[in-house]
């Protein structure tokens, strides 16, 4: 997993979609900006993908920018569509599976 930091300048917009290139190989990721408490990270999944199953300390919202992704959290799949946020609650198992290339953000 690639967790490169770019920050953005103040004041300035930027095309999320556009931060990060699908791979073959495996998702790719990548850590727009990173403050106490807060970050913000981006991935790209191609079709087959997944981001294996795990926990966190924190609660985290996915968003969906592009695609369609199939969020299980606490054994329930969910699907996400482009435009929808889901809350994975902290302490609770939770992975993502794509069938379309598709491109989220963590916010966490």
């Known amino acids: 997993m690639e967790n490169t930091h770019a920050q953005p300048e103040t004041g300035i917009a930027i095309q999320l979609t556009d931060q990060l290139d699908f791979r073959p190989e495996k998702f790719n990721s990548k850590v727009l900006f990173r403050e106490e408490g807060f970050s913000l990270t981006l991935f790209a999944l191609l079709e087959g993908q997944e981001i294996p199953e795990h926990k ?53």
Not at 59 to 83: D, F, M, S
Not at 94 to 106: A, E, F, I
């Open 56 to 108: 966190t300390p924190r609660n985290a919202y996915l968003q969906c920018l592009e695609g369609e992704a199939t969020v299980t959290i606490g054994g329930i799949p969910r699907t996400l569509k482009k435009g929808d946020i889901v809350l994975m609650p902290k302490e609770v198992m939770h992975g993502v599976r794509v069938s379309k290339k598709t491109k989220l953000m963590l916010l966490k």
